[in-house]
């Protein structure tokens, strides 16, 4: 299951644009990881203009306010799975949300089962209710 954060620049999208943005990246992790259905967990964070700072680690990327840091904590995913994630969050997101593959930097770690609980102090996936 993966828990997603979404960090952007405060401002530049309406509330309707952020939903659609955090539901592209939902079918995405549907399709691509192969996450079960219900199985959503997004945190999203808007920053002021000054609270970001993105440089292009020298491949000359053009940034701008439509900025998209997307972290994905997961577990058991392939270099290919992952591979295939950050291209179709590019294609899709670029597609229908207007967020330029310039401006979108995705991230993902990985843990174990031991490190998630949903709640009433379990490790659900260690206790069997997962």
Known sequence: MPLVKLDMI????????????????????????NAPPRDRYQIITQHEPYEIICEDTNLNFPRTDKLVFIQIFQQGRTAEMKQAIYAELQTRLEKECGVPGTDLIVSCSANTREDWSFGMGRAQFLTGDL
């Open 10 to 33: 405060k401002g530049v999208r309406t509330p309707e644009e952020i939903r659609k943005l955090a539901d592209v990246v939902q079918e995405v992790m549907l399709e691509k990881f």
